[in-house]
């Protein structure tokens, strides 16, 4: 199993340009989630989505999108970009809520927004 | 809305002495993780604590949950500089997790 992938790695934006991050998880999860990590303020909570076609709003979901349309994937659309989105930007699955199981983590992407 | 406070967040021991992160939550959490960050790199669970009373142990981190106090520890025993990371927990129900701002640990020689 790969796990958790994240593409791209890194990614340079100039504001107001739209892009995709991509999230996709080989192993069955239900619950899938993204957050973002800014220097000295821990992880923040974006989207969430607890099945294919079920997406819900997380702490700071302004300025993103997100859908599931397969159990795999989970992608994150920037509209438009603002500088304020520059973050690290990671994706976390998990087999269920329910069963209380540790979420596993990708490797990130790192966004910089000019 | 739950808050997670950790302290300190930022720790610099010697190596062989012994430390105690502490977590206090706001609200009832359904559990209570913790998770280790490497510069650069992804995170990494440690442990999930479901249940007041709960106490985890792997190599020298050891991690209890007290529900009622709303506060979980991360004790370290005989730091070593491998051990040397930031340190997050995370808690939170079927809406998503709340972490706290981490907890940056130096151990030196």
């Known amino acids: 199993n790969a796990g958790v992938t994240q593409t791209p790695k890194f990614q340079v934006l100039k504001t107001g340009q739209s892009m995709t991050l991509q999230c996709a998880q080989d192993m069955n999860h239900e619950y899938m989630s993204w957050y973002r990590q800014d220097p000295g303020m821990g992880l923040r909570l974006i989207h969430y989505?607890?099945?294919?076609?079920?997406?819900d709003q997380g702490e700071v979901p302004n300025g993103y999108n997100v859908s599931r349309s397969t159990t795999e994937d989970f992608p994150l659309r920037l509209l438009s970009a603002a500088p304020s989105q520059t973050s690290v930007y990671f994706c976390?699955?998990?087999?269920?809520?329910?069963?209380?199981?540790?979420?596993?983590f990708g490797p990130g992407t790192r966004l910089t927004v000019l | 809305e739950l808050k997670v406070e950790q302290n300190p967040l930022f720790l610099s021991m010697q190596e062989g002495k012994n430390y105690t992160i502490y977590c206090n939550y706001s609200?009832?959490?359904?559990?209570l993780y913790w998770y280790r960050q490497d510069p650069g790199k992804s995170l990494e669970s440690l442990f999930v604590l479901l249940s007041n009373g709960a106490v985890k142990q792997e190599g020298r981190l050891m991690a209890s949950l007290d529900t009622k106090a709303r506060l979980s520890t991360l004790h370290i025993t005989a730091a070593v500089h491998d051990l040397s990371a930031t340190y997050f927990c995370?808690?939170?129900?079927?809406?998503?997790?709340?972490f706290g701002k981490g907890t940056h640990l130096i151990i030196q020689p």
């Open positions: 976390a699955s998990s087999p269920d809520w329910d069963s209380y199981n540790e979420q596993f």
């Open positions: 609200t009832t959490s359904d559990r």
């Open positions: 995370a808690g939170g129900g079927a809406d998503g997790l709340t």
């Open positions: 989505s607890v099945g294919a076609g079920i997406t």
